[in-house]
């Protein structure tokens, strides 16, 4: 296995590379290492990567999708057997301040890298999606099977585009793609945009928190290494093309080509209120809190049905809401040097 990490000096992309290193397979990561949150963490995450590492088996490039040029230079170079897709324009509120940026990153970024993988012909083209796709979607839990055609942020509509492209082209040039929702990941090395990240420092520094919608908001939070887990298990389940003529019921999921969606998030709903209790538990000291509306382009609630990725990886995500914010806390205290 050659395998291409992209977003690899990002949250989700930083703890893949470290298991596939682990795992003593040879990974190459890219990733522009933009400035949407601080770059001294995406460089202190590298660094990490690099001092785990054998060198002949792991190396890092920074390359935007967008340098289609670049792109297909490297696809010549390291011949990759496999493509992990988790660079993207992250964030549903600032899709409202920076909609350009989306555009390019999850768009032009992830057409230039499927292009590669098709006409490299590679064995197994995994992406980031996002639960967000769920968009305007009442029923809970969310299924694969559900209806996604009513996104709520520009963000959610980019990332449903990616599974529309995805199964286009293994409809068209039989690339097996398989598309991964993820629900509200969390843990060490996390993103400094995302709610515990921004809870545990100003709870830290004694300064207040902004609670929207008022705490009536609930999530699938999903620990790092659950997701981490779940994704190393299914490199290698390639999905597999189906004679189009028996295909009976069309599904979102699934396809007479080879397509795969699934859901990655814990069963495990919490109310953002009790995950601001077990915060507060965590780091000795109470909230300050400021109650504010619902943001624009957010959802009141996220619930994942996971039982289809269960049956296929054989991986149900195990790691509680208790012990997950215990190790993040444990982390930040260590790379801030706090107490």
């Known amino acids: 296995m050659r395998v291409l990490v992209t977003g690899s000096a990002g949250f989700i992309g930083y703890h893949l590379v470290k298991r596939l290193i682990k795992e003593k397979i040879n990974v190459v990561g890219i990733d522009n290492i933009n400035d949407y949150y601080d770059q001294s963490l995406k460089e202190d995450r590298l660094k990490d990567l690099q001092k785990l590492s054998d060198s002949s088996s792991y190396s890092f490039l920074k390359i935007a999708l967008e340098d289609r040029h670049e792109l297909k230079n490297i696809f010549k170079t390291f ?11 992250a964030g549903v509120r600032y899709s409202l301040e920076n909609p350009s940026a989306y555009i390019q990153s999850n768009i032009v970024g992830f057409s230039n890298l499927i292009e590669e993988c098709s006409a490299n012909s ?35 509509a980019t990332k449903r585009s990616n599974e529309l492209i995805a199964h286009t082209y293994s409809h068209l040039y039989s690339l097996p793609t398989t598309g991964l929702r993820f629900f509200t990941v969390y843990g060490p090395w996390g993103r400094p945009d995302m709610a515990l990240y921004l809870f545990t420092k100003s709870i830290m520094e004694d300064k207040p928190i902004k609670v929207f919608n008022h705490g009536k908001m609930a999530r699938a939070f999903t620990y790092i290494d659950d997701i981490v ?62 109650y504010l509306d619902m943001q624009p382009g957010d ?29 993040f806390v444990l982390w930040y205290r260590s790379y801030y040097g706090s107490n």
């Open 122 to 156: 590679i064995d197994h083209f995994l992406y980031a999606s996002s639960s967000s796709v769920y968009g305007g979607n009442k029923v809970i839990p969310f299924s694969e099977s559900n209806n996604v055609d009513h996104p709520v942020s520009l963000y959610a």
């Open 229 to 290: 887990e779940s994704l190393y298990r299914i490199i290698n389940k390639i999905p597999k093309s189906n004679n189009k003529s028996q295909v009976t019921k069309i599904c979102p999921d699934k396809s007479w080509a080879p397509f795969r969606i699934f859901n990655i998030g814990s069963a495990d709903k919490k109310s953002l209120m009790e995950y601001i209790n077990i915060l507060e538990l965590c780091l000795g000291q109470k909230a300050k809190k400021i």
């Open 299 to 327: 959802v009141q609630e996220t619930d994942a049905d996971t039982s289809s990725l269960e049956n296929y990886v054989q991986y149900k995500p195990r790691v509680s809401i208790q012990e997950g914010i215990e190790k």
């Open 79 to 89: 011949k990759f057997t496999h493509v992990i897709n988790l660079a993207a324009q």
